[in-house]
């Protein structure tokens, strides 16, 4: 079973970066699809981006697409956000989340391992 831990989260100014990192144990990343979610309080979990498993495929969200990047590093079993431009409406738990079936999917309901979260805040 796939554990996953997310890490890097903090408090920025808006135009500030920061990079998100996912770690996961307990089986070979390189089978798993990832994807990128955030909840900001008293919303929807909405999904912010996913790579597939061999890192050939990603996708974005148009209200990051130019700002984020997906990436990942399957020696060191960890997938990557970049997070550049940050905005105050960036704020929210990320989650980073894998699916068994390699590909880059959108639905939450595609996951199965998911991980406890890292909290961002943008503010000034």
């Known amino acids: 079973q796939l554990q996953l831990v997310e890490s890097g989260g903090g408090l920025v100014q808006p135009g500030g970066s920061l990079r998100l990192s996912c770690a996961t144990s307990?089986?070979?990343?390189?089978?798993?699809?990832i994807g990128w979610f955030r909840q900001a309080p008293g919303k929807e979990r909405e999904w912010v981006s996913c790579i597939s498993y061999s890192g050939s495929s990603t996708n974005y969200a148009d209200s990051v697409k130019g700002r984020f990047t997906i990436s990942r590093d399957n020696a060191k079993n960890t997938v990557y956000l970049q997070m550049n431009s940050l905005k105050p409406e960036d704020t929210a738990v990320y989650y980073c989340?894998?699916?068994?079936?390699?590909?880059?999917?959108?639905?939450?309901?595609?996951?199965?391992?998911w991980g406890q979260g890292t909290q961002v805040t943008v503010s000034s």
């Open positions: 989340a894998a699916r068994v079936q390699g590909m880059c999917i959108r639905t939450a309901v595609a996951y199965t391992y």
């Open positions: 307990g089986s070979t990343l390189y089978y798993y699809g």
